[in-house]
Structures are given as C-alpha cells and as structure tokens.
C-alpha cells in the first residue's frame, strides 16, 4: 500500500466533473451569497446555466463590463450612476430584487462623495472649546450688568448738587409793597411785522376797471410817455445837423444807402421787407446805428421811436414818427 505523502488534495473518480470547472451550489445563491455582490451575482448567472455573452446580449451591456462587476474591479467600470444601473439590469436579468443588489453594492463599497452617517448608540461629543466661550460670554455680560448697577447705586447715593439761595428782590434795605412797572419796550426790528406785499401792476389793473389787458395798454403808453419825456429832456439837436457817428453801425455801406437810423437811446430796430422777411433785427445800444440798403418796399419797426433820430442824406430829418414806417415814405 503506498504511502501517503499529503501531496494529494483532492480525489475524484472517472466520470466526476473537471476539478478545472467552478463549482455551482446545489441550491439558488441569493444576492448575499459570497463576499460581495459581484461574486453573487455571478453564482445567480452559473446556476442558471447562463454566459456572460447571454447576460451581455440581454441587459445590452458591454460583456467586458460584466466581467470586471463580477470581480469587482470598479475601475474599469465607468462612473458610480452607470455601474449601479449595470447591477439592477443584471439582478432585474436573473430575477433578483435590483433595489436590495444595489443596497449590498453599496454597503460593500461605499460611495467616498457621501458623507458618513454617524453610527448607532455613540454619542456625538461637542468641542471643549465651545463650552469656554459660552461660559466667556456669560462672564461678560455679568460683569457689564453689575457695573451698571454699580453706578447707578453711587449716583442714587451721592448728595444733590448745592443750589444758589433765594435773595429777595430789593434786598433787606429795599422798599416793601407793590413795585411799579415802566412802560413796555418797544418790538426789535427783525420782530416787526413786515410791508404787505403788493402785485406788481395791480393798482394799473384796478385803475384800467380790472382788465389785464388795460392795464397792459396803460402800462405800454405810461412807458412811452416816459421816454418822449427823456427824448424831449436830453441834447436838442436841431434839423439838417450832419450825421456823426457815435458806436457801431450796421447795415449797407455809405454809397449804397439813403436813409441812416441812429439811436439816442436803448431800442428795438426791425427791418422788413415786402413779403414779411427780416432783413435785420438788433437792439440798438446809444450811439449804434443801421443804414437802410435802397430796396423797394422796405419798413422799420422801432420800440422808441423818440428815441431812434433819422437822417437822409446825412442829415438829421428828426425822430421817428411813429413806431413803424416804410423807408420810401422818408425820402420824400
């Protein structure tokens, strides 16, 4: 008989199954079956009789994926949400419950994003320093609310401040009995009561019967009024004086022109022409003058006519005769 020498470790007889085979249980592997759910997933596929290829061309995933989920090589597999997906296509294949393969997928292999769930019946422990701080705060709060009621205490105890004695008006050597009184002073002048305020033109109004545009008209000649009277008060200047500049002067040249317009005084001058057209339009300061061109049809328009003086040829015609005038009617 020979010896046995332990080198043998294991015997089977002819017709048994190819110790090179894997071994397939006797029973159906449930999804906690071996050390993680790929190995149990693939016992699930063997005992079913089924290739990788077949759970392949079933679940349309990659066979090589399939592979590497029942070796639990996950980093040839692609990111964590597909792998989970490959786990219930390949359990919901084998007729096993996805949701539960998928749950021991992840408490075997946790995902490292997640954060960690604090384990049952272990009590979280707080930072030390935190209590510090608190009981910090607390001290300062104390202390400010007794300094508070320390101050108050020597301020409700410390003697009231003196306070100057009630003299007699008069004094002891003064007159007893009832004092007259002087006569009031009278109001400083910021407290006087003000002019009341009139509207400028109101009493032009009242006088012209409370029409505006009255008094605007009255307004109008009391102002004409007023510069006839300067005119008639200034320098006269007798008719046929030659003319002399005394400012600028506007208009045509010398040669071209008859009829000159200078004013004695501050006023409006306007040249038109037969359709209307301005020609020139100024406000003529004292001394300025205009030379009206030698144009058929022209008319000026003046706001003071005393005060605008005409010269034709040269010599002084006199003032203006009215406000407006054709340049024509002058010449003649």
């Known amino acids: 008989m ?71 090589r996950l980093e040839e597999l692609p990111s964590r949400p597909f792998t989970l997906g490959y786990i219930k296509a390949y359990a919901k294949h084998l007729g096993l419950d996805p949701e539960e393969a998928v749950t021991r997928f992840k408490d075997s292999s946790p995902d490292p994003d997640e954060p960690l769930r604090a384990p049952v019946g272990v009590r979280r422990e707080r930072d030390p320093r935190m209590g510090a701080i608190v009981a910090g705060g607390v001290l300062i709060v104390s202390a400010i609310v007794l300094w508070n009621i320390a101050q108050r205490a020597i301020t409700e105890e410390a003697p009231p401040p003196p306070t100057a004695p009630t003299v007699a008006v008069g004094g002891p050597s003064g007159p007893s009995g009832p004092m007259s009184v002087g006569a009031p002073l009278p109001a400083p002048v910021e407290a006087q009561t003000p002019e009341v305020y009139k509207t400028p033109g109101l009493e032009a109004a009242d006088a012209a019967g409370g029409s505006a545009d009255a008094a605007a008209a009255a307004a109008r000649l009391r ?78 328009e003046v706001s003071e006519p005393a005060s605008v003086d005409v010269f034709v040829s040269g010599r002084l015609r006199g003032p203006m005769s009215g406000p407006t005038t054709t340049v024509s009617s002058l010449t003649q």
Do not use: C
């Open 2 to 72: 020979p010896l046995d020498s332990g080198g043998v470790t294991q015997l089977y007889r002819s017709g048994d199954m190819d110790p090179a085979d894997t071994f397939t249980p006797a029973e159906e592997p449930s999804l906690h079956y071996g050390p993680d759910i790929g190995a149990a997933l693939k016992a699930a596929r063997e005992f079913r009789g089924l290739s990788l290829q077949d759970v392949s061309d079933a679940t349309r995933i990659r066979r090589t994926y399939l592979g590497a989920l029942e070796d639990m």
């Open 223 to 300: 102002k004409t009024a007023e510069a006839e009277a300067a005119a008639t008060a200034g320098p006269v200047v007798s008719p046929g004086t030659a003319f002399v500049a005394k400012g600028p002067i506007h208009g045509a040249d010398a040669n071209a022109s008859l009829v000159t317009f200078q004013a004695r005084k501050p006023s409006t001058l306007i040249v038109r022409g037969t359709d209307g057209s301005v020609y020139f339009a100024r406000a003529l300061a004292a001394g300025e003058a205009y030379r009206a061109p030698n144009i058929k049809g022209l008319s000026v």
